[in-house]
Every structure is written in structure tokens, then in C-alpha cells.
């Protein structure tokens, strides 16, 4: 279940499926201003917005770590690659901007890390896409996945959960996936090019474990087009990973719906701010 919580001038939402002691949120459009903290609610981590958003960033940092962790970020490209990272030995380019530290992985859309006492965290950016924080119970390791269609076509749930196996012996079993909110179903609109790439992916394979819970992932409508349930398609792929029903929190919330607490690309038709979702 998704909880909202105030930290400081920000109101975040955070998922009880993960333990208190993992630091994470997702944060939201409604900020309290004060003497210290701008009226600015937007989380776009872009290079070309961090000198507008750092501020922003610095007091989301303060307020759920250190001033010496660093935020480990990828340049989201819509696809299936997921970094493993190794704190003891850095990638990408590490920068400071007004206090905020930050280091660019290069693109990728999932970082894992392993459970480390370095002050790190990581970070993704959504407007509408699957927004994913994972914990893991075998290894204490947690992970950030961005997953719209194009991920989700190229099967980033799988990758992400084949790294935890690989490097930490964890089974499908022992992940928490905290999915926070993205654009609804309804307002979800997609052409035939879109349901042919997931029913290529496998989306729509027969041997998947349908049962009488499972939302279908797309509904034909008008003129050709389709709507498209995007947690609906991630949350039949985890299972179909052998991730149980009870580990999966999928918040509720559209980003469509809501305009005064979450930003939407396909609502506002351009790319007006972003939400963080966040986890160290």
C-alpha cells in the first residue's frame, strides 16, 4: 500500500512493502514553500534543468540521506539495459552543482545496487512510465527500473531480475517492486505498432499464467488504436517471472488524472517537469 508522507516542504509517497529502514520515495507535484525552499516541483534531473532543479534536489537529498551521498543517475533512453554498479569502483562522469553531487552512468534504464555502507543512491526520472523501486531480502541490494513499452517490449523486468540471481544468488522470490504512479489505461492511447512490439515481447503468449485476477494488458478501441495498461503488462511479466502476487505494490494513482501532483507527458504534451522516484 501506497503511503503519503511530508518530508519537510516536500510531499512524497512512499510503499510500506519496503522495510523503514530502506530509504526511498516518490515524489510529487505538492511542495510546501518556505523561506529555504523555492516553489519549484520539478524533478528533472536533465543536465540542461539541474542548475533550475538543484535546489530541489539538495533538500530531497538532505531529507532522505546525507549531504555526502551521491545520486547515481543513467540517461534514460526507453530501453532493456540494467547497470550493475560497483561502489568500490565508480563509473561515468561525477558532478557538482550547487552542493549536488551526481554521478552520470551513460544510458541505461535500471541500476542495481549491491549493499554497500557508501553513501549512494539512485534515481529515475517518469512522467507516465512504470516508475520501479526493488529491494532485495536475500542481499539487502535495491534497484531503480524506468519501464514504459519500449522497456517492457524489451523485457527490462527480466533483465533486472536475472542481475539480482546472477550477483547476489537472489531468487525472484526475495524482490520487493514498489511501482509507483504512471499514466492510466484510459488515457493511454496506442497504435497497432505498439501491441505488435508486446506481443512480440511475449505479452500475449498463451502459456503466460493468466487467471481470473489478471487485467488484460490492452483493449482494441476506435480507428485502430488500443489502450495500453501498463502495470497491468508488469505486473503479468513478474509473475510470469516467478515473482509472487504479495511482493508487487502498484500504486493506484494516474499521473494523467492527477495534474496538481504529478506531471504527464501525454496530458500536458510536452515535457513541462518530472517526478522522481528514488532509493538508497
Not at 519496503?18 to 523561506?35: D, G, L, N, Y
Not at 526507453?78 to 552542493?99: A, T
Not at 547476489?168 to 484510459?186: I, R
Not at 493468466?210 to 511479466?237: E, I, M, N, Q
Amino acid at each position: 500500500m501506497f503511503l503519503k508522507r511530508r518530508k519537510g516542504a516536500l510531499n512524497v509517497l512512499q510503499s510500506d512493502l519496503i522495510p523503514i529502514q530502506v530509504k526511498h520515495a516518490f515524489t510529487t507535484r505538492r511542495i510546501t514553500p518556505s523561506s529555504d525552499f523555492p516553489s519549484n516541483e520539478n524533478a528533472n534531473f536533465r543536465i540542461d534543468s539541474l542548475p533550475e532543479t538543484a535546489k530541489y534536489w539538495v533538500h530531497l537529498r538532505d531529507l532522505l540521506f546525507t549531504r555526502e551521498h551521491v545520486c547515481y543517475v543513467h540517461s534514460q533512453v526507453h530501453g532493456g539495459h540494467v547497470r550493475l554498479i560497483d561502489p568500490d569502483k565508480p563509473e561515468g562522469v561525477e558532478k557538482e552543482i550547487e552542493g549536488f553531487r551526481f554521478r552520470i552512468l551513460g544510458e541505461g534504464d535500471g541500476i542495481i545496487k549491491p549493499f554497500t555502507r557508501k553513501p549512494i543512491f539512485l534515481t529515475i526520472n517518469t512522467a507516465d512510465c512504470l516508475p520501479c523501486l526493488i529491494y532485495d531480502t536475500n542481499s539487502g541490494a535495491v534497484g531503480a527500473v524506468h519501464a514504459g513499452w519500449r522497456s517492457l517490449a524489451a523485457d527490462i523486468p527480466a533483465e533486472a531480475v536475472r542481475i539480482f540471481g546472477k550477483a547476489f544468488g537472489s531468487a525472484p522470490k526475495h524482490l520487493l517492486w514498489a511501482v509507483g504512479p504512471s499514466v492510466d489505461m484510459d488515457n493511454y492511447e496506442v497504435g497497432r505498432e505498439v501491441i505488435a512490439a508486446m506481443e512480440t515481447a511475449g505479452y500475449a503468449d498463451s502459456d503466460w499464467k493468466y487467471d481470473s485476477d489478471t487485467r488484460p494488458g490492452w483493449l482494441p478501441t476506435r480507428g485502430g488504436k488500443f489502450k495500453l495498461d501498463l502495470s497491468a503488462c508488469l505486473s503479468l511479466r513478474l509473475r510470469n517471472l516467478n515473482v509472487p502476487d504479495k511482493n508487487v505494490d502498484i500504486c493506484p494513482l494516474s499521473t494523467f488524472t492527477n495534474p496538481a501532483s504529478f506531471y504527464s507527458y501525454r496530458r500536458d504534451k510536452e515535457i513541462r517537469g518530472l517526478q522522481a522516484s528514488v532509493i538508497g
